[in-house]
């Protein structure tokens, strides 16, 4: 089984930026798409960010279209910076891959592997 491991979650003021990576225990072709999800206290599992390994495209949550940005530097890292933090992002943020073709907007159900989940609270 693949392990994911997420970091870089933390404590910050509205208006600050944070940078979530996500790290997979061993290499594989087979993830197509990837990205990350977000779960706030009473709410649903939501897609935050994702991206297909196949053609590149992406896709963001229209709560953080132009605030936030989905990286990959290889298949098996991933990243997520975080611009002008609302305090409405705040909840847990998970790393998501996904053998499955990408298919938009993202549902949890799809993704096959996951990190444990990196709390980010934004707060004065």
């Known amino acids: 089984q693949v392990q994911l491991a997420e970091s870089g979650g933390g404590l910050v003021p509205p208006g600050g930026s944070l940078r979530l990576s996500c790290a997979a225990s061993?290499?594989?072709?087979?993830?197509?798409?990837i990205g990350w999800f977000r779960q706030a206290p009473g709410k649903e599992r939501e897609a935050v960010s994702c991206?297909?390994?196949?053609?590149?495209?992406s896709y963001y949550a229209d709560s953080v279209k132009g605030r936030f940005i989905i990286s990959r530097e290889n298949a098996n890292t991933m990243y997520l910076r975080m611009n002008n933090l609302k305090p409405e992002d705040t909840g847990v943020y998970f790393c998501a891959y996904s053998t499955e073709v990408a298919w938009w907007p993202p549902r949890p159900e799809h993704y096959r592997y996951w990190g444990q989940g990196t709390q980010v609270t934004v707060s004065s």
């Open positions: 991206i297909s390994t196949i053609d590149g495209d």
């Open positions: 061993e290499f594989t072709s087979d993830y197509y798409a």
